[in-house]
């Protein structure tokens, strides 16, 4: 599947004309459509004849919508609401296509580029089922096979140290993923960390000590270098303890992200039922006291009651 193509002597960013699709019915009004077809309608909405927004986008433009895009694939996955998980699939394939649309134009890549390479990573990543056709048991289990896959990997990204597989953690990860992937990586090295109550105590409090500086001293109100100076302390300091804490919480088989997407959640319900006792007085949140109401809510949540 391939979109525009590049005319024979023409420079990057000159493509062949994309046909008209205001003036195909037929198509407009088709009850299917193809992963090629949504190429092909991509290609007509960067065309000029298509729209100003899509003319306009770059790959750097839609970088925020990709990231949203795959957390609400995310969100329906947890939902176990398949329409949406359809719908929220198909986004993300527009991103991806998009994405292509933009690099074909510049004469990059193409599609059959990107299956291409990720068809030739899967095989050569999944060495140990290919080499031999004849072993019906190309891994002994899942832990060997992902043994063998993360071996292929730094082999295939010439990754000759494990400051390169860390190296390779994406940057765009949230914070507490990104943690807790570099610290899985640490400890395939032999790093282990495990800190203990004691450790994150003393941690919790040096952050606190920090925090509870005379407000003449806070950051915010000191001038210059000294009030940058005291927010890098504020800020390494706590960087630090949720580092630690990741780890605490790994060695007692505890999720951060997931534990703090539950209480986000619990956050939500919650203010939810605030507003809906308002609203049962006939009243806005800003017509009351908002914090008494909140502290109401403030007892324990019989969803996260075992």
């Known amino acids: 599947m391939n979109g525009p193509q590049a005319a024979e002597g023409t420079e990057p960013g ?28 991509t290609a007509f909405l960067r065309s000029p004849a298509g729209c100003p927004w899509d003319r306009v986008q770059t790959a750097s433009t839609l970088r925020q919508g990709f990231l949203e895009e795959a957390y609400e694939v995310c969100d329906a996955i947890e939902l176990q609401d398949a329409t949406a998980l359809c719908e929220e699939l198909g986004d993300v394939l527009l991103n991806v296509i998009f994405q292509v649309q933009l690099a074909e134009e510049a004469g990059q890549f193409d599609f059959q580029a990107v299956t291409t390479a990720v068809c030739r990573k899967l095989i050569d990543r999944h060495s140990y ?35 390169d597989t860390l190296n390779g953690v994406a940057r765009a990860l949230p ?50 270098s000294t009030q940058r100076s005291a927010t890098a302390a504020m800020q390494q300091a706590a960087g630090s303890l949720l580092f630690s804490l990741v780890a605490y919480l790994a060695e007692r088989q505890i999720d951060p992200e997931a534990a703090l997407d539950q209480t986000n959640q619990t956050f939500v319900r919650r203010f ?18 908002v914090n008494q109401l ?11 009651i075992n």
């Open 129 to 163: 089922v290919f080499t031999d056709p004849s072993n019906p048991v190309p891994a002994a289990d899942q832990t060997e096979a992902l043994k063998q896959w993360e071996a292929n990997k730094r082999q295939e990204k010439q990754q000759r140290s494990y400051l």
């Open 14 to 41: 000159e493509l062949t004309p994309v046909r008209d699709l205001r003036q195909d019915k037929a198509w407009l009004q088709q009850s299917q459509y193809s992963l090629a077809d949504l190429a092909l309608l």
């Open 294 to 304: 909140w502290q109401a809510e403030q007892q324990p949540d019989p969803e996260n």
């Open 272 to 289: 939810a039922a605030m507003e809906q006792q308002a609203m049962a007085r006939g009243q806005s949140l800003d017509e009351l006291e």
């Open 175 to 224: 914070a507490l993923r990104r943690a807790q992937k570099l610290q899985s990586k640490a400890q395939k090295a032999g790093l282990k960390l495990r800190p203990d109550r004691q450790q994150i105590m003393a941690q919790l409090a040096a952050v606190s000590t920090t925090l509870e500086q005379p407000d003449q001293a806070r950051p915010g109100r000191l001038p210059g």
